[in-house]
Structure formats: C-alpha cells, structure tokens
C-alpha cells in the first residue's frame, strides 16, 4: 500500500475530515506531477505554461487564436497571458499579427519553430506521462480520470 499523506508531510495530527485529507491529497499530487513536468521540461528552455500555450497553439492552426482565446484554454490560471506570448514570440516559437480592421485584435499564431519544439518533446513528454502513470492499469486511470472531471464540475 502506497504510503499516506500524513506520513509523507509528516503530520502527526489527524486530518480535520475526510474532504480536508482528500483535497489536500489532490493539491499534493498536482504539486508532485507538476514540479516533475517543470524539470523535464527545463533543459528544453520553456515552462510547463509556455508548452501548454504552444498546444493550444498547435491545435488554433491554421487560423490562430487571439490571447484571451489562449487564455480560456489553458490548463491552470494564466493572469499575465500577454508577458507568457511575449516570451514566447522572443524566443521565436510564436508570432503574432495585428489585424488591419481592427487593431485591437492580434492573431497568435505557433512558428515551425515552435512546432519542431513540441515534436522534439513529444516523446520526452509520453514517457515523462509513462513514468508517472503508467504504473495504474485502464481502470484506474479511467476512475482517476473520472473522479477528477467530477470535482472540477463541482461549484
């Protein structure tokens, strides 16, 4: 049995409720999964935020996506969404594009650059996926899956 969250934090008082203990299992294991992202991701030179803008990107072609749309899709909260595709047009992985009518609106588009990028990660990035989950069987991972999407519908 894989051991708890009390002995991991080693916390010696009990958990306050069983939702308490559940929702910090969850914050714990989002931290985990997330840092171990961070550090694969870290030698390509981009952040689990930039490599989650540039799918969104990727899936925008051929037409491109304006910066709120990016935003709306990202996997966590993006306050500063224009700094992140700064960073990322520096870098030469996205491009962006005024529009001729109406100015306020700017195209963001993913560069061959870019696209090479997340094909040169993609099997870093199953494997990394692998490692980390890959130890659960179809059901269990179907159950995790599941049980996720249902507290994320929650108000």
């Known amino acids: 049995m894989a051991e708890g969250l009390r002995e991991e934090i080693r916390q010696r008082l009990p958990f306050e409720s069983l939702e308490q203990e559940a929702f910090l299992n969850i914050v714990r294991t989002a931290a985990v999964l997330s840092d171990s992202f961070e550090r694969m991701l870290r030698p390509s030179g981009i952040t689990a935020a930039q490599y989650n803008a540039l799918r969104i990107l990727q899936g925008g072609e051929p037409q491109g996506l304006c910066r709120n749309e990016v935003r709306d899709r990202m996997l966590t909260r993006m306050p500063d969404m224009t700094r992140l595709l700064d960073r990322l047009e520096a870098a030469g ?18 560069t061959s650059t870019g696209r090479q990028l997340l094909q040169d990660l993609a099997a870093r990035v199953r494997q990394e996926h692998g490692r980390r989950l890959g130890h659960l069987n179809e059901a ?10 249902r507290l994320r519908q929650q108000p």
Do not use: G
Not at 94 to 104: H, L, M, Q, T
């Open 93 to 110: 992985l996205v491009s962006r594009v005024r529009d001729a009518e109406d100015r306020r609106v700017v195209t963001t588009r993913i």
């Open 140 to 149: 269990q991972l179907r159950t995790v899956i599941e049980l996720m999407s």
